[in-house]
């Protein structure tokens, strides 16, 4: 017998596969994250992640301008601090790393792509944590909070277009958004890491902030275990005013990522991370999977799944490719 329905019949051609493609990429759907690190007068190559560096701030505009060339979407910016202490005051500093290099990123391509600002403690605090510490040691989330409303308030003066919260406080967007509004800045925007795994796929980050943490995360950062408390999450982070949901990491959370984005009615992101960047280059550079095809691939995937746009260390290589 022979098939009358042949799925196949839009699969004989380029042409056809082209025109019957359900997800398409796009440079502007790209983030591009950047390192900056204080007092570097050139870039500091990262050995766990091939062709990313710890910029100087003349790399880091060179970076930008060449991810604004072609056509990225957004940069993300995160600051590698000279000096820590216990709460991390280079991060409210208007001096700061990250203040700094967002004041001069928002004069160079500030028109032509979204700056952005990763909103967190953990680049600037000597014990690497996301937050402040309690007598007993812990992140002390409350007190946290009202750190994180200063470093917005430093950020949107130094002028990120958008803050990057992601330091899985609770109630984190709605302070945010409630000290940015009472200093008249209500056109920033907040993008909330809503959906933040405590993960292993984070391991070349510390090396490229130079973290200085010991122990982990696991009593902020969610569980890999659950997807339910993904949801509960993002829709704590709409009601409290987030204009951006993200889920992070990205490819081992694609349930999670596509629950949200099935019920987000604003725009949901997500982060290809530091591990599953540094998987791929390791795999390609033994020769054991086409680099190009696997990139594209995990790209297309997570936006299968429902991400609008994909914070990714190959934006500007990636873009550069779609022109
Ligand atoms: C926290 C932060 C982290 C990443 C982005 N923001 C590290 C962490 O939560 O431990 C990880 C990004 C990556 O791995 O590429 N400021």
Not at 258 to 264: E, I, L, Y
Not at 272 to 286: F, I, K, P, T
Request: hydrophobic share 45%; proline share 4%; glycine share 8%.
């Amino acid at each position: 017998m022979h098939p009358v329905v042949r799925p196949r019949r839009l699969r004989q051609s380029p042409a056809l596969r082209r025109l019957t493609a359900e997800t398409r990429l796009h440079p502007a759907e790209l983030i591009l994250p950047l390192f900056v690190r204080e007092g570097a007068s050139e870039p500091r190559p990262l050995a766990s992640m091939p062709g990313v560096a710890q910029h100087s701030l003349d790399s880091l505009k060179r970076a930008a301008v060449e991810a604004a060339e072609a056509g990225v979407g957004g940069v993300m910016l995160f600051g590698i601090p000279e000096n820590r202490d216990a709460i991390g005051s280079a991060a409210t500093d208007p001096d700061g790393i990250l203040n700094v290099a967002t004041r001069a990123l928002a004069a160079e391509v500030g028109d032509a792509l979204v700056v952005q600002t990763d909103l967190c403690l953990d680049e600037f605090t000597d014990h690497g944590h996301c937050g402040v510490l309690d007598a007993e040691g812990h992140v002390d989330n409350d007190a946290t909070l009202l750190r994180y409303r200063d470093m917005a308030l430093a950020q949107a003066e130094a002028g990120s277009q958008l803050l990057g919260l992601s330091g899985m406080m609770d109630g984190q967007v709605a302070a945010v958004r409630d000290a940015l509004d009472a200093a008249g800045r209500t056109d920033v925007v907040i993008m909330a890491y809503s959906a933040k795994y405590a993960s292993g796929f984070y391991g070349p980050f510390r090396e490229a902030v130079d973290s200085q943490l010991s122990g982990d995360r696991r009593a902020y950062q969610q569980d890999p275990a659950n997807r339910r408390e993904g949801l509960r999450e993002a829709r704590l982070d709409l009601e409290e005013g987030a204009d951006i949901l993200m889920v992070k990491p990205a490819l081992s959370y694609l349930d999670v990522l596509s629950d949200v984005a099935a019920f987000s009615d604003v725009p949901v992101w997500a982060y290809q991370v530091s591990g599953e960047y540094a998987m791929v280059e390791a795999a390609a550079a033994n020769g054991w999977i086409d680099r190009e095809r696997v990139i594209e691939e995990t790209l297309i995937g997570v936006r299968r799944a429902g991400a609008d746009a994909v914070l990714t260390y190959w934006a500007t290589e990636v873009a550069g490719w779609l022109r």
